[in-house]
């Protein structure tokens, strides 16, 4: 059947516009336009002021006007100016975990980061609430029970036009590691758990409250142990779709996604790329990414490169359509501006 020549036009417009917002969208993210701003004001937050909760919710508030923005200028602000208290963790001792004792000290744990963002965000006039429950904080291990075993970590759910969204103010202020048998805690900001949707959420954060679990369907303690851990950035960086991969992953518990590696999602954003950890020999696969701070990306094999991605559009957009013969291995690898080399994503090819 011939269609008019009307809508073929309007097709073709829609498929255009629904590309353009993908490629603006993924602008904004790399250079921070929708936030730099903002972010900027709130690290310009006066010292003196930043202990008296209402001196410093009436300076946030000055450039603030959604709840989203409220959101951010708290998370900014915390993530930016709390720090892990380590050393209490390693003397198993927690100090002073409310908001106020939070405030006066600049030291916290996970529940005094929440209760901090809560009480501020009351302040604030936002839908927020504190959320405790179990965390998958490395998703290098092989197996998770948290049978008999009491919550151990805290975060917050904000209500953002109409929908609960998550936030981890807490994971946003940096990395907590092992060393010598003491937690030793490293500050680096990221972007990664700032405004969550539930589904990008539940592969690491397991509310106590089952009223919170937001999914559906809903999933039990122990099925939260045996699902599988999948890196936030996989769903930042727009990789995979969480809410499709949570259904997928529910279903089908084995199926396996790629393998990434952190990134930042006003770094880095995916605009193609095979959703499976498995990819089909002599079958073409489209890659494409849209990255900052780039100057080359590679596919590897056997640790040599091996196919370089095309540049396009100003030197931001990287694709490339690749095919195999051979069953192997394979990693996508970045080079930055200064010469560095990183692997972000790994495929197997059968």
Not at 137 to 156: G, Q, V, Y
Not at 252 to 266: A, D, G, M, R
Request: proline share 4%; glycine share 4%.
């Amino acid at each position: 059947m011939t269609r008019p020549l009307f809508y073929l036009l309007l097709l073709l417009s829609s498929c255009l516009f629904g590309q353009h917002s993908i490629l603006d969208d993924a602008q904004d993210l790399l250079e921070n336009t929708k936030y730099i701003e903002l972010d900027s004001y709130v690290r310009r937050c006066p010292n003196s002021i930043e202990k008296d909760p209402d001196q410093l919710v009436s300076y946030l508030e000055k450039m603030v006007d959604t709840d989203l923005e409220k959101a951010r200028a708290l998370y900014v602000w915390l993530a930016d100016n709390i720090i892990y208290d380590a050393k209490s963790i390693n003397k198993n001792k927690f100090g002073d975990n409310t908001a106020l004792g939070v405030l006066k000290s600049k030291k916290a744990v996970c529940e005094g980061y929440a209760k901090l963002f809560e009480y501020l965000g009351q302040k604030m006039d936002l839908d927020i609430l504190l959320v405790g429950g179990y965390c998958k904080s490395d998703l290098t291990e092989d197996s998770w029970d948290f049978t008999d075993e009491d919550p151990d970590h805290a975060w917050n759910v904000i209500k953002i036009n109409g929908e609960w969204r998550v936030f981890d103010a807490t994971w946003g202020a940096g990395n907590g590691e092992e060393s010598r048998g003491k937690l030793e805690f490293t500050k680096s900001y990221t972007d990664n758990w700032f405004n969550l949707s539930p589904y990008e959420a539940i592969f690491t954060h397991f509310p106590e409250d089952t009223a919170l679990i937001l999914t559906t369907p809903k999933l039990t303690l122990e099925k939260f142990e045996n699902l599988q851990g999948i890196p936030v950035y996989a769903f930042t960086t727009k990789l995979l779709n969480a809410e499709q991969t949570y259904l997928k992953a529910v279903k089908k518990p084995s199926l396996k996604f790629p393998t990434i590696y952190p990134l930042e999602p006003h770094e880095f954003q995916v605009l193609a790329a095979p959703k499976e950890f498995r990819l089909r020999k002599r079958k073409s696969h489209r890659f494409e990414f849209f990255a900052s701070g780039v100057s080359d990306l590679f596919i590897y094999k056997n640790d040599e490169p091996f196919k370089t991605f095309a540049n396009e559009e100003g030197g931001h957009i990287f694709s490339l359509d690749f095919t195999s013969k051979e069953e192997e291995q394979i990693e996508i690898v970045i080079k930055t501006i200064k010469g560095q080399l990183f692997t972000i994503l790994e495929y197997e090819i059968y």
